[in-house]
């Protein structure tokens, strides 16, 4: 079926939808297109329907609408990633999991991660050490069974804990130092010891914290600020973190030291935006909270009368990336071409003149802002009789 229809008087791109006598919105037959997209009649532009729906399936006989809008200039601008530090670039690789940390000698340890496509991917982290500076005291150690098990000066034994505590893992670092995570009856933590069993300090988590799994200590000699450095590798079913933690030279009072984060890299595991949201911290220190549908009030066209004079808009995503389109499935404005996305909201933000637009595909979140939303115009492009198979 022909259908012909005089563009509205703005520059812009044309979505047009098909829609049935109920008003309902039965196939998106042009998306984002341009003159290129049509053929250019005497009395306007031309495009064709074959009676089919989004898809594929034959619409029954009646009386179809074809009308759509004319969307302008849309100014996207990318802000931030969240939730994976270990993404640099947009062209390197996107890890989403961290599989394991491990030594990697000269206080290094090397961060082994995993692509969402199962290749793996090895990242270098450092103490900043001067290796030089190690203390070669021949000493080791290692978890067997939950219990520690050090060897100091070729004589091995066993490192006492609690009766109702199991260590998780244990690193050497400066001499005569020894860390272990521990598990007991009140949670996890992670406890600093004389190879003599003498307790010195402990570092607690809190509910809701990721708890520590791995952890490692420098064995070098540090710049004069610090006097110890651990990393941790924390983790729960939301969250996989690494963390360098420093201690300063300098003596601190109170029960707790002054430990300082020197390095952070997070990778939030959750696959839905209800699963992180609380993760998204605002500025304002408030949740983000999304908008269902906004409505967009529209430039005039002189062309129809009666004309809408505003949109009902959200968000929606494919294989190609996020768009805005009419709450009814009309494609209008590509955001990003982000691929295999796994959700996408928008919402208010501010004064409310422009929108915020979050985006994950598993792997990161994609944070970008929208303005000039409302440069839009619509347009009809008549009534038309599809008698069905075989219509002329």
Known sequence: MKIMFLPPPMEG??????????????RALVREGTSKDF????????TFWDGKDDTGKLMPPGLYSARGYSVGEVDVDGIALHGNDW??????????????LRAAGDDKVTAVLRTGDGKEVDRTLSFDTDPKGNSGDGASVSVVEGKVKLNVGGTPR????????????AALGAPDRLWVIVRGATGTEVRAYT????????????????VPQRIFAARG????????????????????????????????????PAWETVMEKEIWLGETFDSIHDLLKRPSGKPFVPDKEFVVHLIENPLIKNEPTTA?????????????????????????????????????EGSGRQLTVFQSDGAVVEE???HKLANMMAFDAGDYEWKGEGNK
């Open 13 to 26: 791109s044309l979505s047009l939808g098909i829609y049935d006598r109920k008003g309902k919105l039965v």
């Open 39 to 46: 053929v250019v009649g005497l009395n306007g532009l031309i």
């Open 87 to 100: 993404i640099t670039d947009d062209d390197g690789p996107r890890p989403t999991r961290l599989v394991e």
């Open 158 to 169: 066993d490192f006492s804990l609690a009766a109702n505590e199991v260590a998780i893992d």
């Open 195 to 210: 190879y003599g069993g003498e307790f010195l300090r402990r570092l607690a988590y809190t509910a809701g914290e990721p």
């Open 221 to 256: 000699q540090f710049p004069a600020k610090w006097s110890e450095k651990i990393m941790l590798l924390e983790t729960n079913d939301r969250m996989q973190r690494v963390r360098s933690l420093a201690l300063p030279q300098k003596a601190t009072t109170g029960d707790a």
């Open 312 to 348: 009902h808009v959200d968000i929606g995503f494919n294989s190609g990336g996020s768009f805005i389109q009419t709450t009814d499935g009309l494609p209008l404005r590509r955001i990003t071409e982000t691929p295999g996305l796994k959700w996408v909201v928008i919402g208010r």
């Open 368 to 370: 970008f802002k929208a």
